[in-house]
């Protein structure tokens, strides 16, 4: 534009597909491999379910699924557009610049939803049929778990889009030749992502109704033979029945609210205009280029995963997914058509956005020999960082209550008689539901020192010395808090990427055949001798924090410790 203003424009568009499905799909159907297990609803183009054999016996089961993971056939579709424009303007001693970023998109992708349907054979105390073992209870045909969706064909698509938008102004100010100040705000607009066909849907506590609660088939033992029993008229059915929720007892989609029926399409409040304020500093206290202090600071925001959000579609109403537990695969054609008391994936609908604060503060200065010294402080806070919350988990102890154990169960292990973790719950007809939380925190703080030698003759090198704690709720996105609101004394440490002491070098050093070669008047010794350098990298650190563990085989370890099939033993 002149001499002292430029404007920089950029305009992309980016689209990306991805299929997951086997290289042949009829290579997993029942007339090909000649398995023929019952399934719920019909699978996918006649293929098998997925199988699993784990438990407390075997260790890394053996599994099948249909070559492309439990959610096959699979398909998705992304496509961005963005805008970016960026003026700078010179004015004496101020470097101005502003500029806008807009972002638009869309990504359509099938829910994740197990189409086939998905045995579990491992053994399980709460399985009566349970022979210990998971290849001998797939010899009888008992499992501990089958799940699958009621929508075969994969047929409920996600339509999700939104737009990200964000504006700045900045200055580069030179207050004097020794001082410089940088310093400006960034403002963002973080669309919630939302499905546009809004199907899908989210589970408010407040909007549970205890009167409308659904009732759940109980394991009952009548005349020498055990069955489902409903609590509410006594009347029995198949075992493979037990725990499914009583057709027509009460309100199954109780406490869900599906997009635009009730909440908003985003199933949570918008964040609105979010402002992240910068600020840096460079100073030369002697003004001879041999000592800088440099100190800095900023709020930064960005979007969390989308498959926080991807996830809400294979809630009820838009797919149910039944799960028959502890039954035999020859019931489960009576189970069809009844539904479970599932899990549930919940969002927080505060609608907050993670955040963190970086700042620095740093000193670097020459040193004889041509060293450069840089000793500085680096710390980052971050807040809203995604946690999964259990909103219906079983009680603390609640499996060792002598009023929850279960009649027809004669385990010796302490927690595995009580009544199914279905019956113990707060919300009836769900199992646990996990809220995908904005409560996570996390903090860095760290001292690190460089020195280096550049330009100069002879040696080059650059070492680097961190000594850094990284603490936190939580190390990735979705790990479990405790539901008893113990979370920041149980869980509140070390970050399972954290490394205490980080020592690195790099180093270049030209031989002295080199120089023989240079002294030399022989054209093959030069071209022999000339331009080796010895080099390298060499790197000190400590390990990543381990986590010890421990299990009781033939038993839900949590159930005996805690008394909550939610709440693992520390």
């Not at 438990?55 to 699924?65: C, D, P, Y």
């Not at 940088?182 to 408010?204: E, K, M």
């Amino acid at each position: 534009l002149s001499p002292t203003m430029v404007n920089e424009t950029t305009f992309d568009i980016g689209h990306h597909p991805v299929t997951v499905a086997p290289n042949n799909p009829n290579a997993f159907t029942q007339a090909t491999t000649g398995v023929s297990l019952a399934t719920l609803y019909a699978p996918y183009q006649s293929w098998i379910p997925n199988v699993g054999f784990g438990g407390s016996q075997i260790g890394n089961s053996v599994n099948f699924n249909t070559g492309g993971g439990a959610w096959t056939p699979f398909a998705t579709w992304n496509s961005t557009v963005e805008y970016i424009d960026n003026l700078s303007k010179q004015l004496r001693t101020h470097s101005l610049k502003t500029g806008v970023y807009v972002m638009r998109a869309a990504k359509n992708q099938t829910a994740y939803a197990l189409t086939g349907g998905s045995y579990n054979f491992g053994d399980s105390s709460n399985n009566s049929y349970d022979t210990g073992f998971g290849f001998a209870n797939a010899a009888i045909g008992t499992f501990s778990s089958f799940q699958q969706a009621n929508s075969p064909n994969a047929a409920v698509n996600g339509q999700y889009r939104f737009t990200n938008a964000e504006f700045y102004v900045q200055d580069t100010w030179h207050v004097m030749p020794r001082l410089v100040l940088d310093y400006g705000v960034r403002a963002y607009y973080i669309q919630p992502q939302y499905d546009r066909g809004y199907q899908t849907s989210n589970f408010l506590p407040s909007a549970y109704v205890p009167a409308q609660a659904v009732r759940l088939y109980k394991e009952e033992i009548v005349g020498g033979k055990k069955v489902a029993y409903d609590p509410g008229t006594g009347q029995t059915a198949s075992i493979s029945l037990n725990d499914d929720i009583v057709p027509n007892s009460g309100n199954p989609l109780n406490g869900v609210l599906q997009a635009e029926r009730g909440i908003n399409k985003y199933l949570m409040n918008s964040p609105g205009l979010l402002w992240a304020p910068r600020l840096g500093m460079t100073f030369d206290p002697t003004g001879h280029q041999n000592l800088v202090i440099r100190a800095g600071g900023g709020l930064y925001y960005d979007r969390y995963q989308g498959n926080e959000i991807f996830n809400l579609i294979a809630n009820p109403p838009a797919l149910e997914s039944p799960t028959v537990y502890n039954s035999l695969a020859t019931g489960l054609a009576t189970s069809g058509g009844y539904l479970g008391a599932n899990g549930f994936t919940a969002i927080d609908t505060n609608g907050k956005v993670p955040r963190t604060a970086n700042y620095s503060l740093g000193i670097e200065t020459k040193l004889p020999l041509a060293l450069v010294l840089n000793v500085s402080y680096v710390g980052a806070t971050s807040r809203n960082l995604i946690q999964g919350f259990n909103l219906n988990p079983v009680a603390m102890g609640a499996d060792l209550k002598v009023v929850n154990q279960d009649p027809t169960k004669t385990s010796s292990v302490p927690g595995s008689n009580a009544w199914d973790s279905q019956q113990l719950r707060q919300y009836w007809g769900f199992g646990a539901i996990t809220q995908e939380h904005f409560g996570g925190t996390s903090n860095y703080n760290s001292a690190q020192v460089t020195v280096n030698r550049r330009f100069a003759n002879g040696l080059f090198f650059n070492l680097s010395y961190v000594y850094s704690k990284c603490l936190d709720t939580g190390s990735a996105d979705g790990n479990g808090v405790r539901f008893d609101g113990l979370t920041r004394i149980a869980l509140y440490g070390k970050c399972d990427f954290n490394i205490p002491q980080n020592l690195t070098f790099d180093y270049v050093y030209p031989l002295p055949l080199q120089k023989l070669a240079f002294d030399h008047s022989n054209a093959v010794i030069n071209t022999i001798l000339a331009g080796w350098q010895l080099s390298g990298i060499t790197t000190f650190r400590n390990g990543t924090p381990i986590t010890p563990g421990f299990s009781v085989n033939g038993a839900n370890t949590s159930s005996a410790f805690t008394g909550s099939t939610d709440q693992s033993a520390r």
